[in-house]
């Protein structure tokens, strides 16, 4: 069997570093019939959007087979488990806790408490309830005051079970893919949408950490962001600058509102009918301290300047994963270093890292040995950034298991447990064992 290593002396391998498995509500859960509709039962049922037409009514049936999935968690050895909480699961209409909702969750974390693995609490991993949609979701500033009291209240039930909450994961797909490119629930589409659904996210955020500093300020409060760096196909000046245009316009968009209190400077330059609608105050509410800055990578793109609308996204280069993506690990050091020179970073945490591999059982065992790979050139790229000095505190494979993946439907696998999802019968991968063993072995 192969087994992850890291250099010897790698901060990576001793007890202080984290070592999680994520998923998100969604992505698992099922049990539709007992939480209220979200955008994503929606925009599942809209035909043409999803790609095998599927939904996530039974997923991998996590609401019923939670208790299995922690001891398969606690199988795999590993210090943490990141999951979301479905907001319209414990909240009803009129912005009150749904106790039966609440207390799925309380099984769960005393399930890990019992474990003694600490739990990676996220807010909001894109399962908007469709009555806030319905009344303009992302769009509408009253959303972010929504969210706010969706957390304190969230937070104030929890108590001390949750060891770090994130406010929002990926502000950049729900506001850009779900209200710019319409490719993710709700699935609006228009350059005037973008910025003004990222802008109320970030409202959000910034207002949730408010409650959770309150009445959770011994948990570890932040936010997590995805970053795909950006790279100019060549050395010209004019695809170099296009090409830190979709820089600004996809990554710095949200960190540095969060981090510096300040949208960069591309703003100026847009129309502006595609600006933020941004209210005396907001900033300084979106730029509070953070305990930690979650970040999640998968690949990078490449650009060039296109004339009408400024730059164009050149196809991945192969290595390819599954889902196409390209796997370039060195853009991984690449962008925890640069991150942490332009900006005052927090303690920083990987909360997602991972690959789509099309996975077999073959007598009883899955030989992935393609995320095996990339999983180790990536934890050297995270070892190797700390060695420039990122401070990184954890590390979290994106997924414990296969799962719903969005506009992709269960047709791509992330995970490093296989999920037939006619018996739900699940299988640890290669990668899986090899995980548990680096992770075992400190
Ligand atoms: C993400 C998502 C995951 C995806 C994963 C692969 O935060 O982007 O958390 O839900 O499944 O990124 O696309």
């Not at 001891?71 to 488990?81: F, K, R």
């Not at 979301?84 to 806790?97: A, E, H």
């Not at 129309?271 to 990078?300: A, H, K, V, W």
């Not at 050091?333 to 690959?355: R, S």
Request: charged residues 20%.
């Amino acid at each position: 069997m192969s087994i992850l290593t890291l250099p010897k002396n790698s901060k990576m391998l001793t007890k202080d570093f984290t070592y999680g498995v994520a998923t998100a509500s969604f992505q698992i859960e099922g049990g539709r019939d007992s939480r209220l509709p979200c955008i994503w039962d929606t925009f599942c049922a809209t035909p043409g959007k999803i790609e095998d037409n599927s939904n996530g009514d039974v997923a991998c049936d996590h609401f019923n087979l939670w208790q299995q999935d922690i001891d398969l968690i606690d199988s795999l050895n590993v210090d943490a488990y990141r999951l979301s909480i479905s907001w319209p699961r414990v909240m009803t209409v009129d912005g009150k806790l749904n106790q039966e909702g609440v207390n799925f969750y309380l099984n769960i974390l005393n399930a890990l408490k019992a474990k003694n693995i600490k739990a990676f609490v996220t807010l909001y991993h894109w399962d908007l309830p469709q009555h806030l949609e319905d009344q303009g979701g992302w769009l509408n500033r009253q959303t972010a005051y929504e969210f706010a009291n969706y957390a304190k209240l969230i937070c104030q039930q929890f108590g001390d079970l949750v060891h770090s909450y994130a406010t929002l994961n990926e502000p950049f797909c729900s506001a850009y893919l779900g209200y710019e490119a319409g490719i993710h629930a709700p699935g609006k589409v228009g350059k005037e949408y973008g910025k003004k659904a990222a802008h109320h996210l970030l409202l959000a955020h910034g207002l949730a950490m408010n409650e959770l500093q309150t009445y959770s300020p011994n948990s570890l409060n932040g936010i997590v962001l995805n970053f795909t760096p950006a790279y100019s196909v060549d050395d010209s000046a004019e695809n170099v600058k296009a090409a830190q245009y979709a820089d600004d316009y996809f990554n710095h968009w949200y960190i540095k509102p969060v981090i510096d209190g300040s949208y960069p400077d591309i703003v100026e330059q847009m129309p502006t009918s595609q600006q933020p609608d941004i209210q005396p105050g907001d900033m300084e509410i979106i730029s509070q301290n953070l305990d930690f800055l979650g970040i999640n990578f998968y690949t990078r793109a490449i650009y060039k300047a296109c004339k009408d609308e400024i730059f164009e996204e050149l196809p991945a280069l192969a290595p390819r994963t599954d889902i196409g993506w390209e796997i370039y690990p060195s853009a991984f050091t690449k962008l925890l270093t640069d991150l942490n020179k332009q900006y005052q970073l927090p303690p920083v945490y990987i909360t997602e890292n991972g690959a789509a591999v099309n996975d077999h059982v073959v007598d009883g065992a899955v030989d992935d040995e393609m995320r095996y790979n990339y999983y180790q050139s990536h934890l050297n790229a995270v070892d190797s950034a700390i060695e420039s000095g990122v401070d990184i505190h954890g590390y979290f494979a994106w997924s414990l298991m296969d799962n719903f993946e969005w506009a992709e439907g269960y047709k791509k696998r992330f995970g490093i447990v296989y999920v037939d999802y006619q018996s739900q019968a699940r299988t640890i991968k290669a990668s899986g064992l090899a995980y548990k063993q680096l992770v075992s072995n400190r």
